[in-house]
C-alpha cells in the first residue's frame, strides 16, 4: 500500500493568485498523476508527473496554467496559476507503487477561489 | 479510444436488498476495469480490480462484478446493502495492465434507507 500525504487540504484563494499543491508518498512509486473533481463532477486526469523531466499534460490542459514538477519518485507539486472561480474543485494526487497493481489516491486539497 | 458510462447517477436501494450498480466500457483492446469508492469528505478507495484474470471479480465489503466481454459491462453488485455503503461510486476503464491515464465514469451515488 501507499500513504500519500497532500498539502494543503483545503484553501480559499484570491482570484489571479496561484496556489502550489503538494503530493508526498511514504514508498517508492512508478508513476504519479493528478486529477481535478469538479463540484458535482467525476474525476478528470490533468497529466502524468514525469521524474526529471516535463509532465504529460491531457487535452484542455497546459502547462502555463498548471506547472508540475516532480523531482524525485515519491514527490511532486502541481500549481494552479492566476487562479479564478472556475478553478475551484478537489484537485487529487494519484500514485501506482512499484510492484503494486493499484492505484492510490490522496485526501485531496479542496481550492475554492473567490 | 477508451470511454465508461454509468447507466445510473443515483440509484436508492433499501438496507438488507441487493446492489447493482451498472457500468459499460468502450475500448479498443482489453481493458482494465476498476471500481472506486468514495465516501463524503473522504479519499478514494478501490473496491476491485478486473485485469484479464477471473472475468468474476470480488472485492471489498461483499462487493462484487463481473466482467462481459460481450456486453461491454461490468457492473457491481452486493446481496444486502449497509447503511455504511452509501456512497459516490466511480467505474473506471484503464490501460492493459497498467494505470495510466485512468477514464473516470460520471459516478454513481448510492442512498441506503433503513
Known amino acids: 500500500s501507499a500513504v500519500i500525504s497532500q498539502k494543503p487540504s483545503r484553501d480559499i484563494c484570491q482570484r489571479g493568485t496561484s496556489l502550489t499543491i503538494q503530493c508526498q508518498v511514504d514508498?517508492?512509486?512508478?508513476?504519479m498523476f493528478w486529477y481535478r473533481q469538479q463540484p458535482g463532477q467525476s474525476l478528470t486526469l490533468i497529466a502524468t508527473a514525469n521524474q526529471g523531466s516535463e509532465a504529460t499534460y491531457e487535452s484542455g490542459f497546459v502547462i502555463d496554467k498548471f506547472p508540475i514538477s516532480r523531482p524525485n519518485l515519491t514527490f511532486s507539486t502541481l500549481t494552479v496559476s492566476n487562479m479564478s472561480p472556475e478553478d475551484s474543485s478537489i484537485y487529487l494526487c494519484s500514485v501506482v507503487v512499484t510492484a503494486s497493481t493499484e492505484a492510490f489516491f490522496g485526501q485531496g486539497t479542496r481550492l475554492t477561489v473567490v | 479510444a477508451q470511454s465508461v458510462t454509468q447507466l445510473d447517477s443515483h440509484v436508492s436501494v433499501s438496507e438488507g436488498t441487493p446492489v447493482l450498480l451498472r457500468c459499460n466500457y468502450s475500448s479498443s483492446y482489453s481493458p482494465s476495469l476498476f471500481w472506486y469508492v468514495q465516501h463524503p469528505n473522504k479519499g478514494l478507495q478501490l473496491l476491485l480490480k478486473y485485469t484479464s484474470a477471473a472475468t468474476l471479480v470480488k472485492g471489498i465489503n461483499g462487493f462484487e462484478a463481473e466482467f462481459k466481454k460481450s456486453e461491454t459491462s461490468f457492473h457491481l453488485t452486493k446481496p444486502s446493502a449497509h447503511m455504511s455503503d452509501a456512497a459516490e461510486y466511480f467505474c473506471?476503464?484503464?490501460?492493459?495492465?497498467?494505470?495510466?491515464?485512468?477514464?473516470f465514469g460520471a459516478g454513481t451515488r448510492l442512498a441506503v434507507h433503513p
Open positions: 473506471v476503464v484503464g490501460s492493459p495492465g497498467g494505470y495510466n491515464k485512468l477514464i
Open positions: 514508498s517508492q512509486v512508478t508513476m
